[in-house]
């Protein structure tokens, strides 16, 4: 049994933000990118040395940096006017889709969560107009199956 | 041990054919005048010279299996002569550095006329563009021969971007 490779694990954003699904892959120039879980965890012992574990979810977080713009990128024309608009609340929310795939293109599982996304800068070096930005998981998190040739998202229990 | 070099064959045959080009329409060149690759009369003429080869700077992976590469080309154009005065020496040393700064895109008078590199060529090998066209040397004499000719050279160096998916 031989390592996942990393391009087997997609995600992709709505870039319409409510309006008809266009789900873009993202991560063409991220060479890292985490979905970090952040674990609300308290751990504690009692006088008789017992310890307890209280696990209250999660706060799940993840950062696109960079993010460089190109032309004709839905998802630029989006994150820019959530920027240039500042834009709050319901307006940055979409969806996400996290998928496992194999080789072949065999879905293993797909997963499709609310999200907001926040744009942290716009600007960046000579190398590119770059607006970064972080996907903020706000629940709903629903399994379902993935087509990757309409890259649409179909909820197994609808 | 040194790190191993990986050379961009593909990239450096492209790279040389388009740059090769790309050199003979610098707009300082006399008439008839004409720049070869890698050989120099005995006497005189321009040359150009790949020093090693397109040597890959900077592969990058992206998480979707991108693949960026920045490649480097060195090479360097020398100006064979046999300039008889220091007014020579210096109109061979001026048409090199005007030749390095054209190449870097930048504005350059030539016989009272303004000229300016607007893009760098395509090449025609895969995902491959020209980034930037620098010189890593001002022109300066390299060899002086007994029968009084001199090599002058010039030390550039282009860099491309390869982008394939894996």
Redesign the interface.
């Known amino acids: 049994m031989g390592k996942i490779e990393r391009k087997y694990l997609a995600h992709y954003i709505d870039a319409s933000f409510g309006g008809t699904t266009e789900y873009v892959r993202l991560g063409s120039d991220l060479e890292e990118y985490n979905e970090e879980l952040n674990p609300d965890v308290e751990v504690k012992k009692n006088i008789l040395g017992e310890q307890t574990v209280n696990h209250n979810g999660y706060e799940v977080q993840s950062d696109v940096d960079p993010y460089y713009a190109e032309e004709g990128d839905d998802l630029f024309e989006a994150l820019a006017a959530i920027a240039n608009e500042r834009k709050t609340g319901d307006d940055c929310k979409t969806t996400k889709v996290d998928v496992l795939m194999q080789a072949d293109g065999t879905v293993v599982w797909a997963y499709r969560e609310d999200v907001k996304v926040i744009p942290n800068s716009l600007g960046g070096d000579t190398s590119g107009v770059q607006i970064p930005f972080t996907v903020y998981n706000a629940g709903n998190r629903t399994a379902g199956t993935w087509n990757n040739s309409t890259k649409t998202f179909t909820p197994s229990n609808p | 041990m040194p790190a191993r070099t990986v050379i961009d064959i593909d990239g450096s045959e492209a790279v040389s054919k388009v740059l090769l080009t790309l050199l003979n329409q610098f707009p300082g060149l006399a008439e008839g005048q004409k720049v070869l690759f890698s050989t120099l009369d005995e006497a005189s003429g321009i040359g150009f010279f790949p020093s090693s080869g397109a040597a890959l700077q900077r592969n ?7 693949v960026r590469q920045v490649c480097l080309y060195p090479f360097m154009v020398i100006y064979r002569a046999a300039p008889k005065t220091e007014a020579q020496r210096m109109r061979i040393k001026e048409l090199l550095d005007t030749l390095g700064r054209w190449l870097e895109e930048q504005p350059v008078t030539i016989n009272n006329t303004t000229y300016q590199l607007s893009a760098y060529p395509a090449l025609s090998s895969g995902n491959r563009v020209i980034k930037t066209i620098a010189r890593s040397s001002p022109a300066y004499l390299n060899s002086a021969y007994q029968n009084g000719v001199e090599d002058w050279l010039i030390a550039l160096q282009l860099t491309y971007d390869n982008e394939f998916d ?1």
């Open positions: 990058v992976e992206s998480i979707t299996g991108h894996r």
